[in-house]
């Protein structure tokens, strides 16, 4: 693996940023590593940029408030890590950081990611980057406050270790960061079971409206700008009703869609082991993990969903031949 201190070493001034619309592993891979600069390299001026669409349940982690949101212009960084991010447009506003840097760092654990940085630490077998970020670090300098983070980006990538992602590896890491005194179960229920009552609403509207296709294999559901507006959600607040569709007895692909601009769509897609969802968001330009993928989408709704049927399809035909 990479050497932390190596890259580190003579740096004034570093930078962070992971995906646009961070879920919980860009968020906890980000902060558990700026955490580290501030904790290790206090001597250097770090920064971290993330949109505000993360979760309000993250923001008791330490050094929320320090998150810079609004992307500022930044002379040149020595050092800049690229977190959890297969492709280097996924940045968004944090691009022109990355490109400008003098080292250029990425960690990220997608299989579709061919490595755009300088200094590279890819491991598609990782069940996420936080799980990356808490081994370059090492055991014996993890404190409870870079722990929390890294424990909040694992269990939302592990469905609280529950998918398939999830390793021996991935267990032990997880016994390091508890050993430090995080209350787990907390963070837990906190940041992945717990659900306000207008995300319960939305999740139950998107259930009782979801459709079933190709004999039961496809569940997909959709969700309009208009019902975001009613229910008052916003895309951060959705987070959970595509595993919630993929549980559906007898399902091997589950799709949903939340609409982003006149016939735009985000696209989240969930596997149970047959079909390659990674492979069909690339095709779309999108990217991801075996199991678990995304893209986004343009057209009608019944646009969008044939396209990615048919492509799952191909794929479940081909697994019975």
């Known amino acids: 693996m990479i050497n932390l201190d190596e890259i580190l070493s003579g740096a004034s001034d570093v930078g962070i940023a992971a995906h646009v ?19 290790y390299y206090p001597q250097i001026r770090s920064k971290v ?15 929320t408030g320090e998150i810079i949101s ?3 212009q930044e002379d040149g960084f020595d050092v800049f890590f690229a977190l959890d991010i297969s492709s280097k447009e996924r940045l968004g506003k944090a691009m022109p950081y990355f490109e400008q840097a003098r080292t250029k760092v990425l960690i990220d654990h997608h299989v579709s990611n061919t490595g755009f940085g300088q200094i590279n630490e890819i ?7 936080s799980e990356l970020i808490a081994l370059l670090i090492g055991k014996d300098r993890l404190t409870k406050e870079i722990a929390e983070p890294l424990y909040l980006g694992i269990i939302q990538d592990t469905g609280v270790f529950q998918y398939s992602c999830t390793s021996s590896r991935t267990m032990m890491v997880s016994g390091w960061l508890m050993d430090t005194g995080i209350a787990f179960s907390k963070i837990c229920d906190d940041t992945f079971y717990k659900k306000t009552y207008h995300q319960n609403q ?33 895309p951060k ?16 692909v589950a799709i949903f869609l939340y609409q982003t601009g006149l016939q735009e769509y985000k696209v989240s897609l969930r596997s149970n082991g047959k079909v390659d969802v990674c492979q069909i968001a690339s095709y779309f330009q999108g990217g ?14 019944h646009d969008v969903i044939n396209n990615i049927v048919k492509k799952i399809d191909e794929q479940l035909k081909a697994f019975h031949d």
């Open 21 to 39: 619309r961070p879920d919980g592993d860009a968020f906890g891979s980000s902060m558990g590593l700026y955490l580290f600069l501030k904790k």
């Open 49 to 63: 940029f993330l949109e505000d669409s993360f979760s309000d349940s993250f923001r008791f982690i330490k050094g």
């Open 70 to 72: 609004d992307y500022p």
């Open 123 to 129: 491991q598609p077998e990782a069940s996420s980057t």
């Open 202 to 234: 939305i999740m139950g509207r998107a259930i009782t409206e979801s459709i079933m296709m190709l004999g039961g294999k496809v569940i997909f559901s959709a969700i309009p700008q208009k019902a975001m507006r009613f229910y008052e959600v916003e």
């Open 237 to 252: 607040d959705l987070d959970g009703i595509v595993q919630q569709l993929r549980v559906t007895e007898g399902v091997e």
């Open 288 to 301: 991801g993990h075996k199991l678990a993928a995304g893209c986004t989408m343009q057209g009608e709704v």
